[in-house]
Every structure is written in structure tokens, then in C-alpha cells.
């Protein structure tokens, strides 16, 4: 009977374990299928996709938030940057980097409606306010889909 999980003493380790030359790896859809790791924290989610992206060829492309503020007089007047290194439950971080072949997984549910929650795609070009990806889930695979800048404002 094959393991069904592996105790691992740090983050290099586990990363070694679940994937192995992911720079050879990564643009087989079936073998990263065939790994999962879960964390407790986001920001053990964020550090692997960081360490993982790092071993990605072609170069990183760092998207930015919109980080203006609504109202001019608010009463708690915090700096901006202060602001951007904040991670609330439910909000998104201020930074994204990307890199052209990386998997990605949709977060929300956009028109066509093949780009719902969950959707598996790969980065094929990455533009100013749009991602070209082609869906790599099996009820549309290879479709082509543009993924713009969203606004997240009330």
C-alpha cells in the first residue's frame, strides 16, 4: 500500500519531498496533480509559493494592488506602505509575482462560464492588467482565457 502522507522536519525538506525538479516537472499537468500540500497558515502557503516560483525558469513579473485611499480626511490617517504590509483574513496580499508556465488556481468566478472558483490554469503571457492562461481542468482544457485586473472595491 503506497504512503498517503510524510512527516517532514522543515519547509526545505517537505519542499524536496512534494516536488522533486520541479523546474523540469512543473509544465506536466499529471504530475502536479499528483502532489498536494496543505498548511495551517497563509503565510506558510505564501513562503513555499515564493521558494517554489524561484525555481521556475523565465523571469518574475510582481503585480501591485491599486493603493490609493477612498476618502482624504478619514480619522485614522495610516501611511500607505504601513498599510500594504497588512494581511487581513480575506484580503488578498498588496504583491503578486508570476512567472510565465506557472500553474495557477482561480480564486472567483468569472464570465465565460468556464472560469469559476477552482479553475486550474497555466500562465502562458502575462500583459500590464491581464494574464493569458489556458485552462488545463479537464472540461475545457487547452481553452485560452484572459484574466483581467479586478477591482475589489465595495
Known amino acids: 500500500m503506497q504512503s498517503i502522507g510524510r512527516i517532514v522536519k522543515t519547509q526545505q525538506e517537505l519542499k524536496e519531498g512534494a516536488f522533486p525538479n520541479v523546474a523540469q516537472h512543473f509544465i506536466d499537468y499529471s504530475w502536479m ?7 495551517p497558515r497563509n503565510e506558510d502557503v505564501s513562503f513555499m509559493n ?3 516560483l524561484q525555481e521556475l525558469p523565465d523571469s518574475v513579473h510582481v503585480y501591485k494592488s491599486i493603493d490609493t485611499k477612498c476618502r482624504i480626511n478619514d480619522a485614522f490617517d495610516y501611511p500607505i506602505e ?7 483574513p480575506g484580503v ?3 504583491t503578486l509575482e508570476l512567472r510565465i508556465g506557472a500553474p495557477i ?4 468566478n468569472l464570465p ?8 486550474r490554469l497555466r500562465i502562458k503571457k502575462l500583459m500590464t492588467n491581464i494574464i493569458e492562461a489556458p485552462i488545463e481542468t479537464e ?8 484574466i483581467p485586473r479586478i477591482s475589489i472595491t465595495p
Not at 488556481?105 to 472567483?108: F, G, Q, T, V
Not at 465565460?112 to 479553475?119: A, R, V
Not at 472540461?139 to 484572459?146: D, K, L, Q, T
Open 112 to 119: 465565460p462560464p468556464s472560469l469559476c472558483n477552482g479553475t
Open 139 to 146: 472540461y475545457a482544457a487547452g481553452e485560452n482565457v484572459f
Open 105 to 108: 488556481i482561480l480564486l472567483r
Open 82 to 88: 504601513f498599510l500594504n504590509t497588512l494581511g487581513p
Open 33 to 39: 496533480c499528483q502532489r498536494v500540500v496543505l498548511f
Open 92 to 94: 488578498h496580499s498588496h
Open 50 to 52: 515564493k521558494q517554489l
